[in-house]
């Protein structure tokens, strides 16, 4: 399973647009991104997934180069309803009945803080 | 659609006590995943199943945790006797996960609060 980087927080303020960047060097051909986003006492909850180029959604989009090593979340004119942790995961599902999901570790994330 | 359903979202207990955590799936689903989050370690997975079987529990932190899944919509796990380095929020997460497609998603219940003192 590739092991993904990205900051560990971010700061931003009503109406700006967001951009999350998480780095996988080592994705596999079948693997997918998928973003997720955790609110207190919550469960984390499926925002976007993509495979290569772009990606959107009512919610976010999703920008994926070439060389797939890395993505972009992009939250369009994010509010105070938007703070919440957003995790970025690198996987794929044809390998898990070899065990592959037993690595599916969601890492620290990132905590976005939308203020007034 | 009720999403995924666990009980109970809070259970306070003693160290030495049995706990037992309940998850039903989004009905049609046929992969299950228990977690488990706390701030120095994060959200890790302890166990997934497919078609109630388990398919792979090697996140399970001991042989005092034991998840099963009598059926296609409930699954419990078990800490017995249970230790206060156990207490967390435990997530259960459902998918519809079917063969030959990847990019799985998955979709988590409340949680259950577990306090062991």
């Known amino acids: 399973l590739a092991k993904t980087t990205q900051p560990i927080s971010m700061d931003s303020y009503e109406g700006q647009e967001v951009n999350i960047t998480c780095s996988h060097n080592n994705i596999a051909t079948n693997d997918y991104i998928t973003w997720y986003q955790q609110f207190p006492s919550q469960g984390p909850r499926f925002i976007i997934q993509g495979y290569k180029t772009k990606v959107t959604n009512e919610v976010a989009s999703l920008f994926i180069p070439a060389d797939r090593k890395s993505s972009t979340l992009s939250l369009p004119r994010v509010s105070l309803s938007d703070t919440a942790v957003y995790y970025c995961l690198v996987v794929g599902a044809s390998s898990m009945f070899s065990g592959g999901y037993n690595k599916l570790i969601f890492g620290a994330g990132t905590r976005l803080a939308v203020h007034p | 659609d009720a999403g995924v359903i666990q009980s109970p979202r809070h259970e306070v207990t003693e160290m030495g006590q049995e706990v037992t955590l309940r998850c039903k799936p989004i009905s049609g689903h046929n992969s299950l995943f228990w977690y488990r989050q706390t701030m120095m370690r994060g959200l890790e997975l302890l166990i997934y199943f497919n078609n109630n079987v388990p398919i792979d529990d090697s996140g399970m932190p001991e042989d005092r945790f034991s998840a099963k899944m009598p059926n296609a919509s409930f699954s419990t796990l078990k800490i017995q006797p249970s230790e206060p380095r156990d207490s967390a929020v435990y997530f259960c997460?459902?998918?519809?996960?079917?063969?030959?497609?990847?990019?799985?998603?998955?979709?988590f219940g409340p949680g259950t609060r577990l306090t062991v003192l």
């Open positions: 997460a459902s998918s519809p996960w079917t063969s030959g497609r990847d990019g799985d998603t998955q979709y």
